[in-house]
């Protein structure tokens, strides 16, 4: 009694009182993280989570506003990849696996073979730091785990999947393609257009905007640039390759742009506000 009489005083204190109010945003976070996905979202082909593991809830945010592509930063740190922005951003738990790959498996096996019904392709980005040629042989026995899922190369057969997993930042294009069974693929860049690699390599084209427009989403887009972009989106659709710049002014002028020119993945951090605007474009 006298135990259960002083820890009601407790509660009445100050300190009590900020540890009830930390109690309850535990609570509420807990309660968004394993809150259930929506029924069947309308999926949005264009639509790219940017460093989607930022999110209140990493990957389940995207999915729920009908996401089919989303990029996460990793990092190798003795056999698993830890996922963060930096390297001081290294948590234990937050790793690829744990948050992508079984709730992608979880949501393939849930929807009968495909991440959202009716809408076949599914692109994990993934941005690997530090040492690419290090970390892909430890890379690749993950994703062969989850082998059925992802989109492969089998001894020359193209195999498509429910989720195209795609190799950026420290890529090691060498080993991957020399790969004979591989169930990745590589983020390109403007020099590869044109060029001898497959689309099933080289799937996607990605840069900087700034590298090629001045444009900063305010005011008109200027006619010299707007034919720069026709001519990036030409070049990659003979090419059989998908389209997507990084760093784009992250606004509604600027998601236009893309659209009407027809880029091919809208990179954003707005998860909110890019699904609303391609929700008004169909």
Known sequence: MESTSALREYWR????????????????????????????????????????????????????????????????RGQ?????????????????????????????????????????????????????????????????RYGSMFTAVLHGEYRPGPVT?????????????????????????????????APDLIPLISDKWSNHFKWRGRGSFPPDERRRLSDFVKRSKDDGRILRFWAVPDRIEAWKVLHESGVDLINTDKLDGLSLFLRSQQ
């Open 13 to 76: 204190t100050p300190l009590g009182s900020i540890a009830t109010i930390l109690y309850a945003i535990s609570l509420v976070s807990w309660g968004e993280q394993t809150r259930p996905l929506k029924e069947d979202p309308l999926p949005l082909l264009r639509a790219h989570a940017h460093n989607d593991y930022l999110h209140k809830r990493p990957l389940l945010d995207a999915l729920d506003r009908g996401f089919c592509s989303v990029e996460v930063d990793i990092f190798l």
């Open 80 to 144: 698993k990849f830890h996922v963060a922005h930096t390297r001081f951003g290294i948590r234990k738990g937050r790793t690829l696996e744990e948050m992508y790959l079984k709730p992608l498996a979880a949501q393939v096996e849930r929807n009968k073979g495909v991440v959202f019904p009716g809408q076949e392709r599914f692109i994990l980005l993934i941005d690997i730091k530090a040492d690419g040629d290090e970390a892909y042989p430890i890379l690749d026995r993950l994703l062969t």
């Open 165 to 197: 997993a795609i190799l950026s930042g420290a890529r090691p294009r060498t080993l991957v393609e020399k790969d004979p069974t591989r169930y990745c693929s590589l983020d390109g860049r403007p020099a590869d257009l044109g060029g001898k690699a």
